[in-house]
């Protein structure tokens, strides 16, 4: 009898890293799915928060996909580390704020260093990678890159791509079957849909966005905006969280208004009325608007308005506005809305 091996595979949640598990899988290899938690993720948050049009399900998909695939899935929270991968990436930037090589080399580094614990024990790790998919990450040059610099070298499997690579040790020993893995190469994405249906797969996370907010172009202007105003480059749990949510506008240096969306989004922003001033309209039924920053007497009503531009009274002469300062000193004003082209676009952060 020969020992079952065991492999690691990140799980972000999409196509690729549930197909490059179950290739694996159906090796005969153990695998048990990795997820990180950078505080950046997309899965979890805003998908629970925001009310989703159509019948896409609310879920956090690297958890859907570890039960479409039956594995356990470890869930790890790195967003302390994560930070320095975010702040100061040794290979830059992607199109926005997304340090993308620096991520995989992170992510593939913390696999290494978690599977070879030893309460853990695994042999290989697994990703989804596709030789030419992501201009940042997944180049042809990149590759051998995040093998060498993340400590994983030959113990890194990619399965969807490995053809276009040399042998890794999994191959060299016979756990896995070269000639049962695949040669896929670039941005077209029918030869994985045309696997996942092979597969017996019905449904999948769709690929546009990513899974990662850095690489949205709204939300790194909004996280530039905020290392800005803030004079220094660094941020907090709740400070990305809130990048995440509602409408972003600054009106002046000072302070930003922060209004929610649809209702989902205020529930979530009222839980930060303690921390903020927070404005509700009171004759008209609106959202709720945190202000962030130092916000004078002027610059309140200045906001009052802005919100009344926002609610169902927005063509009325006049709209109360509740506004509450952290500590439960509240007043109620009344407010004409702020005319729409009085509401420079210049203020939209993102």
Known sequence: MTEQRKAV??????????????????QGVHVEGLN????????????????????????????????????????????????????NPKHGYGAHLNPCLDCKIF???????????????????????????????????????VARESGAEDRLLRPLCAKHLPETLPEREGWVNRDELYDFHGRNRKPQIELARRLGFEDWAQPAGGCCFLTNADYSNKL??????????????????????????????????????????NRYLEGYRRRFTALRPVSHRGPICLVDGVAEADDLTLAARVLARYSQ??????????????????????????????????????
């Not at 993720?41 to 998908?47: A, D, N, R, S």
């Not at 399900?57 to 302390?80: F, M, S, T």
């Not at 907090?236 to 969306?261: A, E, N, S, Y």
């Not at 109360?320 to 952290?326: G, K, L, T, Y």
């Open 313 to 350: 009274g927005r063509d009325a002469d006049r709209v109360q506005v509740s506004i509450e300062r952290p500590g439960g000193v509240g007043e109620v004003v009344e407010v004409a809305p702020l005319p729409a082209h009085e509401l420079p676009a210049a203020w939209h952060i993102g």
């Open 107 to 145: 992510m593939v580094n913390k696999a290494l260093a978690w599977s070879f614990m030893a309460e853990h024990g695994f042999d290989f790790i697994v990703t989804g990678e596709v030789m030419g998919q992501r201009p940042k990450s997944q180049r042809k040059e990149a590759l051998p890159l």
């Open 224 to 265: 530039a905006d905020l290392w800005k105003s803030q004079g220094e480059r660094d941020y907090d749990l709740d400070d990305i969280m809130l990048l995440k949510v509602g409408r972003h506008l600054r009106p002046d240096p000072r302070f930003k208004l922060i209004l929610g969306r649809e209702e989902g989004e």
């Open 36 to 87: 990180f938690y950078t505080g950046f993720c997309v899965e979890g948050h805003t998908h629970a928060i925001r009310d989703r049009k159509g019948a896409a399900p609310k879920r956090n998909n690297a958890l859907w996909v570890a039960e479409q695939l039956g594995i356990k899935l470890h869930i790890v929270d790195v967003i302390d580390e994560y930070k320095d991968v975010v702040l």
């Open 9 to 26: 595979a990140l799980i972000s949640g999409g196509l690729d890293s549930m197909l490059a598990a179950r290739v694996i899988m159906d």
